[in-house]
């Protein structure tokens, strides 16, 4: 005897927006929901499984038998089952149990389950996400923290690894709510953004392969715990960014994967559903149904927990269907070009849903291509993202910093490069995890010379990124010059900190991060070309670039100068706009930073003199190796 009762939270028109790829809320229908039915206190399960016989609610309430509980299918031909159980409870363990028309029988984690059993155990569990938020001011204000012309600066975190108990074990959720909030503050960076924290099978894909989109890992605590953390980090005035991963999914057997017997969220040619390089699978984002299911997971970040946005992983494997494909191993689009123009239209629509619903937030793309308008809007052909992951800078950076400082007149290029298309897109600097794993070395592993020169190249590196315009990412350790690569499976390497090299370099990053908040400068138009303006990018002789930050207001303008050689330069002169005084207000070579201490410790006049073919100059000290930066007055 079937114990499931009739009963449903879908109405036509959601059926409706389902079907036609627009209900961007599926989590308030689908999924199982505590409710309450005649008086009588249950779960309302629904599941979208089309291709199914038959679905059974199997779990430790019914000993995990099958037919048990059996869902109903509506009859409106859209391929959800639904039923109420009387009598469940919160923190019953559940999964669905899928008989296809073919006879395949499948066990699944339910697709919009909101808490998961602690891998390696794999079952959904009952779960609601109420919460008294106490982040009304930030929610109310954080408009003032997320635009485009405030300062970005993102600390990168794995919360497996940023640190571990005494006993090596992960710390909670709640552990991390005070100890990462504490610390994010104190080093000053604007936002946090968490490697995903969606359920995930395999810890050694960093979180890259979910297979539970609506809940976050329960191997650090409970989703109320981990809205602890995101509300604490707002109490603090800190930003919340997320790690989304729409581009595949796992073939684990109670994942998405061959849902209900079919290609149900996959893309049934192989050619565009499935990922060489990750051995995973890729949705099918031409079926409307699933656009909606992503979508709203999306949106479900951004309203459940209050994200404040949203970088969305491996765009570029998105976007083109030759993506790591040989000849002969994908098919051109309609057009015979190599776009994936249902990925284009979907990220597109997603993008437009984000602002749409939540103007105050910012989508990221990491894409590392040249696909032109990744972060323009979408009514004038773009992709409508708000940022984008410049990988070229990235590249070419680390590229040039690796090289002694004796040769790095002949590569001046390698940094000037990056203004020819610094304002083509929104761009967010990466030094992420990628750069600091598979034999890469850490960031500091990079930099070449005896100990000092390393340590002098490091803090030189960051502050030439805080200084180019852009938004910034730093990844974890990196903030205090961790020596060895990123394990995943242990904490960072803490205990650095007592040496004056780390504890100077993680003194800079303050710094650096109080110049680009505290300076409107160094972000007010920090997307525009109108903020940037060369003095001399061509005394690669000397290794030295020159430059200005322009504010909205010309009295903010601030005078950027680095010295790529350990060469000390007592008298540089530099040609400028305006006359007036120069004032060091920012020097990576401080001894408080474990620098030689040369500085620029009075006013500098500026005279009469014209220079760099400008009226006016002035010269100042270079101190070896370093970032100088003059306020004008």
Excluded at 96 to 101: A, C, G, H, T
Excluded at 175 to 184: C, R, S, T
Aim: aromatic share 16%; proline share 4%; with cysteine.
């Amino acid at each position: 005897m079937n114990q499931v009762q009739q009963h449903s939270l879908l109405t036509d028109f959601d059926i409706d927006l389902f079907k036609a790829g627009k209900h961007f809320r599926l989590y308030e229908k689908l999924g199982a929901h505590l409710i309450e039915v005649d008086g009588v206190k249950g779960v309302y399960f629904a599941v979208w499984a089309p291709s199914a016989r038959s679905v059974s609610v199997v779990g430790d309430f019914n000993y995990w038998i099958q037919g048990e509980h059996q869902l109903n299918v509506r009859w409106d031909s859209s391929g959800i089952w639904e039923g109420f159980i009387p009598g469940i409870d919160k923190g019953t363990t559940y999964k669905y149990k899928i008989q296809s028309q073919n006879g395949i029988i499948t066990e699944k984690a339910d697709p919009f389950a909101l808490y998961c059993e602690h891998p390696p155990h794999t079952a959904s569990i009952v779960w609601d996400l109420d919460y008294k938020w106490k982040d009304a001011k930030w929610m109310e204000t954080r408009k003032n923290h997320n635009g485009l012309d405030k300062p970005h600066s993102v600390y990168e975190v794995h919360l497996g690894s940023w640190r571990r108990n005494a006993e090596g074990k992960f710390l909670t959720y709640l552990e991390f709510a005070d100890q990462l909030v504490d610390y994010v503050k104190e080093t000053g960076f604007t936002h946090v953004e968490f490697m995903p924290i969606m359920e995930f099978p395999y810890d050694p894909s960093w979180g890259y392969q979910l297979v539970g989109y609506f809940a976050p890992t329960s191997r650090f605590g409970k989703p109320q715990d981990f809205m602890v953390l995101v509300d604490k980090l707002h109490q603090a005035g800190i930003g919340v960014i997320l790690d989304w991963v729409p581009s595949h999914f796992p073939d684990d057997a109670h994942g998405l994967g061959f849902f209900d017997g079919s290609n149900l969220y996959e893309h049934p040619d192989r050619r565009k559903g499935y990922h060489p390089d990750w051995k995973s699978l890729v949705f099918n984002y031409g079926r409307n149904e699933v656009r909606s299911f992503l979508i709203s997971n999306a949106i479900f970040w951004l309203h459940q927990y209050h994200a404040d946005g949203l970088r969305v992983d491996a765009v570029a494997s998105m976007l083109y269907l030759d993506y790591s494909r040989k000849d002969g191993e994908w098919e051109p689009n309609i057009y015979g070009g190599r776009e994936n123009l249902d990925t284009i239209s979907f990220l597109k629509d997603f993008n437009e849903a984000v602002y749409q619903n939540f103007p105050d937030v910012q989508t990221i793309a990491e894409e590392s291509t040249s696909f032109s308008m990744v972060s323009r809007p979408t009514s004038i052909g773009g992709l409508g993202f708000g940022m984008k992951w410049m990988m070229g800078w990235m590249h070419d950076t680390l590229q040039y910093f690796q090289k002694e400082s004796v040769y790095r007149k002949y590569h001046q290029n390698d940094l000037t490069f990056s203004m020819t298309y610094a304002f083509t897109e929104n761009f967010m600097l990466p030094l992420s995890h990628d750069e600091v794993v598979y034999g890469k070395h850490s960031i500091q592993g990079r930099m070449p010379g005896d100990e000092w020169q390393s340590f002098a190249n490091l803090r030189l590196l960051y502050g030439y990124m805080f200084t180019h315009p852009g938004a910034k990412l730093l990844f974890m350790g990196s903030e205090f010059g961790q020596t060895s690569e990123w394990n995943f499976e242990s904490s960072l390497d803490w205990h650095l900190l007592q040496y004056g090299y780390h504890s100077g370099i993680k003194k800079c990053i303050t710094d650096l991060n109080a110049l680009y908040k505290n300076y409107p400068a160094m972000h007010e138009k920090q997307f525009t070309a109108d903020g940037f303006e060369w003095i001399n990018y061509s005394d690669s002789q000397n290794s030295v670039l020159a430059y200005i930050r322009k504010g909205i207001k010309e009295k903010d303008n601030l005078v950027v100068i680095c010295n790529m050689t350990p060469v000390v330069h007592g008298t540089y002169r530099i040609g400028l706009p305006t006359k007036g005084k120069l004032t060091e207000i920012f020097n990576s070579d401080k001894v408080e930073y474990n620098g030689s201490g040369v500085s620029n410790s009075k006013a500098i006049k500026i005279e009469n003199e014209s220079w760099n073919g400008r009226e006016f100059s002035a010269e100042v000290v270079l101190a070896p190796l370093s970032v100088t930066v003059f306020k004008i007055s």
